[in-house]
């Protein structure tokens, strides 16, 4: 461990391991197989690249999407380390030399797809070999109950078979027991050691508004990142060109990505985002397996996605460099919906399985709470503060209906007079009082609480009883939803519990507009000390080496580093060895022009340099 610490300082430059990742790498020093499920950003690659250097011979890494096997094997050769892949972007010569390579013992880390690792041909090659382990990447692929299965994960049970005496190593993000199960059920792993870390991302701020107007919602949110990158997710293909051809008009570099576009646009868009070549990427969910970039500061849900597995996978993305980033949620009822008419289609089982799902996808978006907590409780664990200062509830953004007892007092007490046998949208017609045919010819229009809201307009009230279908005031049953009263909707009847409902929106849905947005903690904390003209001047300096190189920037330097050097501002060799995240090769490379652009800058604006830590 010792001599593995020693590399990992001299390869990465770090000084100390995030959560778990010491523990994950001391399995694979040990030869047991293991699971690690620790949440996108939380450094699972390191978990098995740097033992792979400690330990005799090629390590086996299987990555399901090409982009992501180049993107790690370019970071990991800009680091200095020895690392590879095979797949159909070589040339017949290009993969002759690369087992060259691997046979004479000078590659760490040899990357393939499931589908190549599983052929005949590959099997006996890696025989020969003998490879230190297997690292099976984005490993949820092999569960029916991911997010993202592909049935060509299946195929790597056959590795148990074949290498009995090689320990094989599986990471995921997804969270649920029942595809870390599946995982280690499939893979044959052998009483694998479990490691699962904690699924909250504090570096992220969540967000959720009613959808009101979908552009000017997305523009409050990209014009909050001026020149930052970030993914708008659509739920269709006709929503992604809409959003793009508008982002653009606003003279955004934005490019759409989606299943409707030919293979060699996605790819040249994919990667014109990766290059930072475009800032916004508007896509539909097709998009975003196969991106390692650290650096996306927004994540923005257009529509709700169809569970909340979806979501955490999805807004993820953001901020897996460990800085603050923003991920902006706007629903509306109709994506709810739209889900449930896919389901109708489902065979029962399934379709049962996925409306509870949706529910817990609806009772995120309409949850009076902390957003932290409901999504880590969701995932079975908890939250150690009471306030994350990381969502809009925490942050006091959210603006709450002064009169929410009376309010939601109202609202049950009709839907006591309805005998419990209607659904949301029937309820809150008759709480505003319509006269519609069905209400009248049913005598509602008769009820005590026939009109109590003739104030608000449909939608407020739906918005509203959804809200305590959030909170557990309400339940809703059946096929069709119908409302019924919880002990908590009883406790709310006799003035024992105040729910939490939101301020009545004006129409148009102004007052998510205004809301007042507040920094939050991690963001406080990230650019603390930091100077800004510095980290941009750094970033300048970063495009243009990616450029020349043909790299992306973050693979040259994350932005963690360039914060750190835009804080600390080193002026020496010595200095600049404090900084986190560069390591030998990177040192010796860029080391003297990284401290010409710091001590010029600094010089040119009066700052003063080495500052303690
Ligand atoms: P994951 O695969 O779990 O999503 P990555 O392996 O891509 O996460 O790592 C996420 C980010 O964290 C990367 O930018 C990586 O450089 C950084 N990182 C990983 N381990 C450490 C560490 N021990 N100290 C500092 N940064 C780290």
Not at 45 to 55: D, G, V
Not at 229 to 237: K, T
Not at 364 to 375: K, P, S, V
Request: with cysteine.
């Amino acid at each position: 461990m010792e001599a593995l610490q020693e590399i990992v300082r001299k390869v990465w430059g770090y000084d100390e391991f995030r959560p778990l990742q010491s523990d994950a790498i001391e399995a694979v020093l040990a030869g047991r197989d293991s699971v690690v499920v620790l949440p996108t950003g939380g450094g699972k690659s390191l978990c098995f690249q740097a033992p792979a250097l400690a330990m005799p011979g090629t390590a086996v890494v299987v990555s399901p999407l090409i982009a992501l096997m180049h993107d790690q094997v370019d970071a990991l050769v800009e680091a200095g380390v020895a690392a590879a892949y095979v797949n159909s972007t070589l040339s017949p010569d290009e993969r002759r030399r690369t087992a060259d390579d691997v046979r004479a013992g000078r590659i760490k880390l040899l990357y393939l797809s499931p589908e190549r690792l599983t052929t005949e041909r590959t099997l006996d090659f890696l025989e020969t070999i003998g490879p230190s382990f297997f690292a099976i990447d984005e490993a949820h692929c092999i569960s029916e109950w991911g997010h993202d299965f592909r049935p060509e994960y299946r195929m790597l049970s056959l590795l148990k078979e074949r290498f009995p005496d090689t320990a094989v190593h599986a990471y995921t993000a997804t969270a649920t027991e029942r595809v870390r199960r599946d995982i280690a059920r499939e893979l044959h792993l052998v009483n694998p050691v479990v490691h699962v870390g904690s699924f909250d991302r504090p570096n992220l701020v969540y967000r959720v508004e009613r959808r009101t107007d979908r552009m000017a919602q997305i523009r409050a949110v990209v014009d909050r990142h001026p020149d930052e990158s970030g993914v708008i997710y659509c739920m269709r293909r006709a929503d992604v060109d809409e959003v793009c051809a508008a982002l653009v008009e606003l003279g955004h570099k934005a490019l759409p990505y989606h299943a409707g576009l030919a293979d060699d646009v996605r790819t040249r868009n994919q990667n014109a985002f990766i290059k930072d070549r475009a800032k916004i990427i508007v896509a539909t969910v097709a998009f975003g397996m196969g991106i390692d970039k650290s650096d996306v500061r927004f994540v923005v849900h257009a529509g709700a996605p169809k569970s909340l597995e979806s979501y955490q996978q999805e807004s993820g993305r953001a901020g897996r460099d460990g800085l603050e980033a923003e991920c902006c949620l706007f629903y509306s009822g109709a994506d709810f919906q739209m889900w449930r008419s896919f389901q109708k289609e489902l065979p029962a089982e399934a379709a049962g399985a996925a409306a509870a799902i949706l529910d817990g996808m609806e009772g995120y978006c309409t949850g009076m709470g902390c957003r932290h907590r409901a999504l880590v409780e969701y995932f079975g664990q908890s939250l150690a503060e009471e306030k994350c200062l990381a969502c809009d509830f925490c942050l006091d953004e959210v603006e709450l209906a002064d009169d929410s007892l009376v309010t939601a007092q109202k609202i049950i007490s009709c839907v006591a007079r309805l005998r419990e046998s209607y659904g949301g949208d029937y309820t809150a017609q008759v709480l505003i009082g319509s006269k519609e045919q069905r209400v009248v010819e049913k005598g509602h229009d008769k009820l005590s609480t026939w009109g109590l809201l003739k104030a608000h307009d449909k939608r407020q009230v739906r918005d509203w009883i959804e809200q305590l279908v959030g909170q557990g005031c309400l339940v809703k049953g059946g096929e069709y939803g119908v409302l019924q009263i919880t002990a908590d909707g009883r406790d709310v009847m006799s003035g024992d519990f105040t729910p939490r409902l939101l301020k009545a929106s004006e129409r148009g849905g102004r007052s998510e507009r205004s809301r007042t947005r507040k920094e939050s903690k991690s963001e406080k904390e990230s650019w603390e000390g930091v100077d800004r003209g510095l980290f941009e001047a750094l970033r300048q300096w970063r495009r243009e080496k990616a450029e020349a190189r043909g790299l992306p920037p973050f693979i040259i330097f994350g932005d963690a580093v360039l914060r750190d050097l835009a804080k600390f501002r080193p002026s020496t060799a010595d200095a600049l060895m404090q900084i986190r995240g560069i390591g030998q090769k990177k040192r010796d490379e860029y080391g003297e022009e990284l401290l010409s652009v710091v001590v010029d800058h600094c010089r040119e604006n009066g700052l003063a340099t080495d500052m303690e830590a």
